[in-house]
C-alpha cells in the first residue's frame, strides 16, 4: 500500500496536464469571489470574533465583555485567536479586510489542494486523474456558498482548508506513513480548535485508521497529537471560561426539524438531488481513502441535521460534507465504467447545474454592517450611554467601547441557557429590568408611517419590545433605515437623553404608546 501511494504521488508530479485544468478552475474560483466583493456580504458575526481578539490584545481579556466574567461567546477560537495578529498589526484598520482577503487565499489553496488530492486517489482506483481533477475543481469552483463564505469575515474557508490539508495527508497515513498520520492529527487538533465538529472529524478518521491494516500502527500517530491539542483546548475553556463547550451550544440548542430542512436545501441547491449517483462510478473501484470520506460525509451531514442547521444563509456547516462529496463525485465520474457513464455523468451536471441556480439564492443575502458600526460609534460618543441591547452585536460591538446586552444570547451566559430554541427562547423580564441598558436597538420591518409589524419581528426583539411597552421606562427615539425593507428602531431609557448634536431630532411619533394602546400589545416569546 505504502509502496502504491509512493509511486503514484511520483507520477502525479510529472502530470502536465494538470496544471492547466488547476489554473482554470481557479479562475472561475476567482470570478465567483468576486462576485460578492462588496463588504455587504461580510457577517456581522464575523466582528464578534473580532471584539474578542481586539480584547484579548488590548485588554488581556479573551471575551466580549471585559467588563464581565469571561464567556466563549463564539466557535471558531483558532480564528479568533489568529485575527488577534492583525489586529495588533492595524489597530486602526477594519480587522474584516485582512480576514476576506486571508478567507480568498484559503478558499482557492482548498481548491488547488482538492484537485491534487482527487487526480491521486483516481490514480489509484484505476480511473482517469485529469477528468477526477476537473469535476471535482469545477463543482468547488460554482458554489456560491463556499465562495460567499471565503468572503464573509467567517472562519469557513479555514475550516475547509484544514479539512482537506487533515486528508491529503491522512491518505498517506493510511499507507503507513506515521509522520504523516502525525501530520493528520495536528491538522485535526487544529480542526477542532476551528468549530467544535473538528472532534467528530478526528473521531471518523481514526475509526477509519484502524479499519485499514496497514493503517492501525498510524492511527495512534494520528491520535496522539490530536489528543494533546484537545485536551489543552478543553483544559484552558475549562480553567479559563468554566465551561467545556461555547456559549453557543447553550444558545443554538439541537432542532432536527430545522436540521432536516437545512440538509434538503443543500440536497437541492448543492447536490442537484441526484448528484449522489455520481457514486455509482465507485462500484469495485473505491480506494481507502474514499471509502473513508463517504463515511465520513454521511456523519457530518447527519450531525448538522440533528444541530438543527444554521439560520445564516448558503450552506456553512455543510462546508466539508460540499468538499467531501466534490471529491466523491470526481472520482466516481473518473472510474465510471461504460455501463455506468452516461447515469454518473448526468449526476455530476445536474450537481453543477444546481450549485449554478443556487447563485441568486445567495446573493441577496447583505448586511448593512457600515450603518451598525456608524451606530456603535454614536453610542460610544454619547457620554450617557454605557449599555446597549440588540442582537446584531458585531459590527457596532466592534464600534462601541460600552457592554453589550446581547438579547440572541451568544455572548450572555444567561440569557443562552433560557429554555427554548434559537429564536424562540423564553424571556426574563427581570433580567432585562436588572440590567437596564440605556438604549434598545430592535430590527423590524420598515415603518413609515404604517403601525409596527411586530409579529415579524424576531423573538428576542419582541421580548424587549414587550418589556417597554408594558413595564415602562423607555421612549422610543426614531427609526434608521437598515436596509430595504428593514429599520432599526432606536429605543432609549427614560432618564437617558441622546444629544441633538450626535442623535438628531427625536421622532414625534409615540410608538410605545401606540402598542400599548393596541387591543393586542407585543406578546413576549
Known amino acids: 500500500m505504502e509502496a502504491s501511494y509512493a509511486i503514484e504521488q511520483a507520477a502525479d508530479e510529472r502530470r502536465d496536464g494538470l496544471r492547466p485544468v488547476v489554473l482554470l478552475g481557479l479562475l472561475v474560483a476567482a470570478g465567483n469571489l468576486y462576485r460578492f466583493r462588496s463588504d455587504y456580504h461580510a457577517m456581522d458575526d464575523a466582528w464578534i470574533s473580532f471584539r474578542v481578539a481586539r480584547n484579548w490584545v488590548e485588554h488581556g481579556v479573551l471575551s466580549f465583555d471585559v467588563g ?7 466557535t471558531n477560537l483558532l480564528w479568533t485567536l489568529m485575527s488577534a495578529s492583525w489586529i495588533a498589526a492595524w489597530p486602526e484598520g477594519d480587522p474584516v479586510v485582512p480576514a476576506r482577503i486571508g478567507g480568498a487565499l484559503l478558499h482557492l489553496a482548498t481548491l488547488a489542494l482538492l484537485a491534487r488530492l482527487a487526480v491521486r486517489e483516481a490514480s489509484i482506483a484505476g480511473g482517469r486523474p485529469i477528468l477526477a481533477a476537473s ?3 469545477g463543482l468547488s469552483a460554482l458554489s456560491s456558498s463556499l465562495a460567499y463564505y471565503a468572503l464573509s469575515g467567517l472562519e469557513t474557508a479555514l475550516w475547509g482548508f484544514l479539512f482537506v490539508a487533515a486528508l491529503d495527508r491522512y491518505r498517506l497515513a493510511l499507507g503507513g506513513s506515521r509522520r504523516a498520520g502525525v501530520a493528520a492529527g495536528s491538522l485535526l487538533g487544529l480542526l477542532a480548535m476551528t468549530r467544535p465538529e473538528g472532534v467528530l472529524v478526528a473521531a471518523a478518521l481514526c475509526a477509519g485508521a484502524v479499519a485499514v491494516p496497514s493503517a492501525r500502527r498510524a492511527a495512534i500517530a494520528i491520535a496522539a497529537p490530536f489528543a ?8 484552558f475553556r475549562l480553567l479559563y471560561f468554566g465551561d467545556l463547550l461555547p456559549n453557543t451550544f447553550y444558545a443554538k440548542p439541537p432542532a432536527g426539524s430545522d436540521g432536516v430542512r437545512y440538509l434538503a436545501h443543500f440536497g437541492l441547491f448543492g447536490l442537484g438531488v441526484v448528484g449522489p449517483l455520481a457514486l455509482l462510478g465507485l462500484r469495485g473501484r473505491t480506494t481507502p481513502l474514499v471509502r473513508v470520506t463517504g463515511v465520513l460525509v454521511v456523519l457530518l451531514a447527519a450531525g448538522a441535521a440533528w444541530s438543527g442547521g444554521d439560520w445564516m444563509p448558503g450552506h456553512r456547516r455543510l462546508t466539508t460534507v460540499a468538499l467531501g462529496m466534490n471529491l466523491l463525485i470526481g472520482v466516481g465520474v473518473a472510474c465510471a465504467r461504460h455501463n455506468h457513464r452516461g447515469l454518473v455523468l448526468a449526476a455530476a451536471s445536474a450537481a453543477a447545474l444546481a450549485n449554478v441556480a443556487a447563485a441568486g439564492r445567495i446573493d ?8 451598525m458600526g456608524a451606530l456603535g460609534r454614536l ?3 454619547t457620554e450617557a450611554v454605557g449599555e446597549v441591547a440588540l442582537v446584531d452585536i458585531g459590527r457596532f460591538g466592534w464600534s462601541f467601547d460600552g457592554e453589550i446586552y446581547d438579547l440572541a444570547g451568544l455572548t450572555d451566559r444567561h440569557l443562552a441557557r433560557m429554555p427554548g430554541r ?7 423580564e427581570a433580567y432585562f429590568r436588572e440590567r437596564s441598558p440605556e438604549l434598545v436597538l430592535l430590527m423590524a420591518p420598515t415603518l413609515g408611517k404604517r403601525p409596527l409589524q411586530v ?4 423573538s428576542w426583539e419582541r421580548g424587549a419590545l414587550a418589556s ?11 427609526a434608521v433605515a437598515y436596509m430595504d425593507g428593514a429599520d432599526v428602531l432606536i429605543f432609549r431609557r427614560a432618564d437617558v437623553e441622546l444629544p441633538l448634536s450626535i442623535w438628531g431630532e427625536p421622532s414625534s411619533r409615540d410608538l410605545l404608546a401606540e402598542l400599548a394602546a393596541a387591543a393586542s400589545p407585543p406578546p413576549a416569546p
Open 468 to 478: 417597554m411597552t408594558r413595564g415602562g421606562g423607555y421612549a422610543y427615539h426614531g
Open 68 to 74: 464581565r466574567a469571561p464567556v466563549e461567546g463564539m
Open 228 to 235: 494533546v491539542l484537545v485536551a489543552g483546548m478543553e483544559l
Open 422 to 428: 434559537y429564536g424562540f427562547k423564553g424571556w426574563d
Open 379 to 381: 453610542s460610544s460618543e
Open 135 to 137: 469535476v471535482t475543481l
Open 455 to 458: 409579529q415579524a419581528m424576531r
Open 364 to 371: 441577496w443575502n447583505a448586511y448593512n454592517t457600515r450603518m
